[in-house]
């Protein structure tokens, strides 16, 4: 199966006047490569919860964003009404008489006019956080298998397509090897009389060295290995791309080899789709 290492989830949840929202999403690493963001006041519990993501992210480059947003401040901060009055009363003995709300707002900004009370986290609100986390991880999840089957059918079909290509070259090569022959009888005649013998020893060695059936043999064993191990195993993306970088070899013997310009067509189209391959087998986890 294959899975993106592209990714995005969101949930969201509401406890006692507090909104969470917690945001996952990934990129392509060739490890896995957190960075977590989260209130200060979640931070005794960020072990845990990185814990969870690297389990089951296993691989990217992943931002998590945990933020918190207060729906109600009733109750959450009090005012020293007795520091307020002092501090209104100093005020008016210096400025003078004046309106008690313009004094007011400048006692309400003094030191201590306001107590913040203790807020800690309950056990309900690290329950909530854990809910939230699962459920993004979650849609996180079904991101990736969505984005990997996009993934499958792409790869599918640039694998096809080189393989269609490897079947377009069969009809050249016995074409390339008379042309090749015909070449070095005709060179050879500028010499006078010719060694038949010796003629087709050097014939017999050159076509060995342009001969490419194990190419091809080996070409076809790595196309059908990649789509085997697409299908049939997960975790699978380091593994495609030692796949692909063997394909490639392949291909570049192929056309070292060629010596004949519609071969060499097919060649380029080849390396065409292989890039391709490359590039989206990046993104495989």
Request: net charge negative; aromatic share 8%.
């Amino acid at each position: 199966m294959i899975l993106s290492m592209t990714g995005f989830g969101r949930s969201e949840g509401v406890l006692e006047g507090k909104k969470i929202t917690v945001d996952i999403k990934s990129l392509n690493s060739k490890s896995f490569d957190l960075n977590i963001k989260m209130p200060q006041r979640y931070k005794e519990k960020e072990f845990e919860i990185r814990k969870v993501l690297n389990d089951r992210i296993m691989r990217g480059k992943v931002d998590c964003y945990i933020n918190l947003e207060t729906t109600n401040t009733s109750g959450n901060t009090s005012i020293n009404s007795e520091l307020v009055k002092s501090y209104m009363s100093q005020l008016k003995a210096v400025a003078g008489d004046g309106p008690d709300f313009e004094y007011l707002k400048m006692a309400i900004r003094m030191p201590d006019a306001t107590t913040a009370k203790n807020d800690e986290v309950d056990d309900s609100e690290w329950v909530l956080i854990n809910q939230l986390v699962d459920q993004a991880l979650t849609k996180f999840e079904e991101f990736r298998k969505t984005e990997g089957d996009i993934l499958h059918e792409e790869l599918k079909r640039n694998i096809h397509n080189i393989e269609t290509y490897l079947s377009m070259v069969v009809p050249y090569e016995g074409i390339r090897l008379e042309a090749v022959k015909e070449r070095y009888q005709n060179t050879l005649k500028e010499f006078g009389n010719i060694d038949e013998t010796r003629f087709y020893q050097e014939l017999a060695y050159y076509t060995e060295k342009l001969d490419i059936s194990e190419e091809k043999v080996r070409l076809v064993q790595h196309l059908k290995y990649y789509t085997e191990v697409m299908k049939n195993e997960n975790l699978n993306g380091k593994k495609l791309g030692f796949i692909s970088q063997e394909i490639g070899r392949e291909i570049n013997t192929l056309g070292s080899k060629a010596n004949h310009a519609e071969i060499q067509k097919l060649v380029v189209m080849m390396k065409d789709d292989l890039e391709k391959i490359k590039e989206q087998t990046l993104n495989v986890l």
